[in-house]
């Protein structure tokens, strides 16, 4: 559950926030930051 969470999170605010351009990039970010704060 918690993985399918951060996912939508992260597509739907990466989406969101920045462009195209910046989506996969940002995304791979957002995805290390979530990752760290949940611990695992």
């Known amino acids: 559950m918690s993985n399918t969470y951060s996912l939508l999170f992260y597509f739907l605010f990466g989406k969101f926030t920045f ?5 996969i990039f940002y995304s791979i970010i957002n995805i290390f930051l979530h990752l760290i704060a949940v611990g695992g």
């Open 19 to 23: 462009s195209q351009k910046y989506n």
